[in-house]
């Protein structure tokens, strides 16, 4: 039988179900804002294979990481349609679940997901992948907390799990994940794609293709933040979360990205 995943579950066992997956590199610790706040809710935050306390689960396949989360998901909230939230490459596991599970899931909240590579783009960032042995953990470790805009009451977690993803078995793993994903199709399942004002133009039009691919797909930027906006304005993400699965309007600073364009 497999090991299971590392699993934080707080909130009231007959609420509805939230499931917090973690961006590439880093653990459950990247929710702990939204756990602390949205205490009206179950909320189920695992470390995937290979970060955090599950590193040991490792290497990091995406199927694997789809199976690993239905177990918890049948194992921890049985009969329930839950709401995936995902980061980055939780976010890429939260669309592979609703492509092979859609009746587990009541709407997916996605935010920096990339919406898979290229053969070509896989190879070329396997083959740079050597470089994270050539550079200085901590200069890797300096610039990725400026990049991200990372609170200090945040960095200590952030730099540790950081740390032992800065290698090349590991950047190898979750490039092969997203060369891998499988985005879903014509699924009727809300789907949220919401991208930071300061990340790239591939990750908006990532945002925007994925928002297209499904008949309730919504494609948002958000102002004046970066990739991990949920540490650096925690208070507009949980307010976000909280709209979305309520089926509420969302914050007025978030706007719609348009999706007729590449």
């Known amino acids: 039988m497999r090991s299971s995943l590392h699993l934080l579950d707080v909130g009231p066992l007959e609420a509805d179900v939230l499931m917090f997956l973690h961006g590439g590199g880093l653990s459950a610790h990247q929710w702990h804002p ?3 706040a949205l205490n ?3 909320c189920l935050a695992p470390d995937l294979p290979e970060h955090g ?3 040991a689960l490792g290497p990091f396949e995406l199927h694997d990481a789809v199976e690993r989360v239905l177990h918890v998901l049948v194992q921890r ?3 329930q349609r839950v709401h995936l939230i995902g980061s980055s490459l939780g976010g890429a ?3 592979q679940v609703l492509r092979v599970a859609p009746k587990l899931v009541q709407s997916v909240f996605i935010t920096g997901t990339a919406a898979g590579l290229s053969r070509r783009t896989g190879q070329l960032t396997l083959a740079a992948a050597p470089l994270v042995n050539l550079i200085p953990k901590e200069w890797l470790l300096q610039a990725s907390e ?3 805009r990372v609170p200090t009451a945040d ?3 952030f730099r540790e799990d950081l740390r032992q993803a800065l290698n090349i078995h590991t950047q190898h793993s979750l490039t092969r994940a997203l060369m891998n994903l499988q985005l879903p199709i014509s699924s009727n399942v809300r789907v949220l794609a919401l991208v930071g004002s300061k990340e790239t133009w591939t990750a ?3 945002a925007r293709h994925i928002a297209r691919l499904m008949p309730q797909g919504q494609a948002v930027e958000v102002p004046q933040v970066g990739h991990l906006w949920n540490l650096e304005a925690p208070d507009l993400f949980t307010a976000t979360v909280q709209a979305w699965v309520e089926g509420k309007p969302l914050p007025p600073p978030l706007r719609p990205l348009a999706t007729d364009v590449e």
């Open 93 to 95: 596991v939260a669309l």
């Open 34 to 36: 939204q756990l602390k």
């Open 40 to 42: 009206g809710y179950r």
């Open 77 to 79: 909230s049985p009969g």
């Open 53 to 55: 306390l599950s590193r």
């Open 155 to 157: 960095r200590a977690a």
């Open 146 to 148: 400026r990049q991200f």
């Open 204 to 206: 908006k039009r990532a």
